[in-house]
């Protein structure tokens, strides 16, 4: 099995997948479906191209690639909220993609993050085999460990295709939540009044 140029398989950028075995694995799926992987259209697919996107769709399995969260002494302490952060990730169950927005507030102790640190942080713990539930607990109990805050909201919402193109063939949004320390009332009340502003319910 001859594998042509690609910027992982010959190390030009690290990574941690076996790329042999990505490679015979692909290759044996389009067999097992019924098309011929050594034609002109689908060579570079189990090649090259389906490696490397499973290397890059899988970066939050691997500590390396996690974004590097520098801090500033905080001047305040109360709720730092950001919103629609877009997310995008991989069904565990069915390998098919789901994808949404991020929202998120935590409130700090010492120090705070530069926001674009936030939507890296997440687009790096979505980059994973995962499930909507475990991803939204993940990005809520990381951020409190990496920023050692006080508190974390985390809401998100996504549309999964295991359901849109299979299954019940139905387009719709899932929502879920995550807590990570102990909030006040106040603290959620305006955590959620910045999602509502965003989704347009106020």
Known sequence: MTSTHSQFATGEVESDIDYEKAQRGVRLLLEAVGEDPDSN??????????PDAFATLTEGQREAAKPTMRTFDAETTDLVVKTAIPVYSLCEHHLLPFFGTVHLAYRPTDEVVGLSKLTRYVRWQSRKLTMQEQLTNDIASGLKEELDAATVFVEMNATHLCEAMRGVETRSTTTTRATAGEPTEAERERFQAAVNRTEGQV
């Open 41 to 50: 259209a689908l060579t570079e697919t189990w090649q090259r191209r389906v």
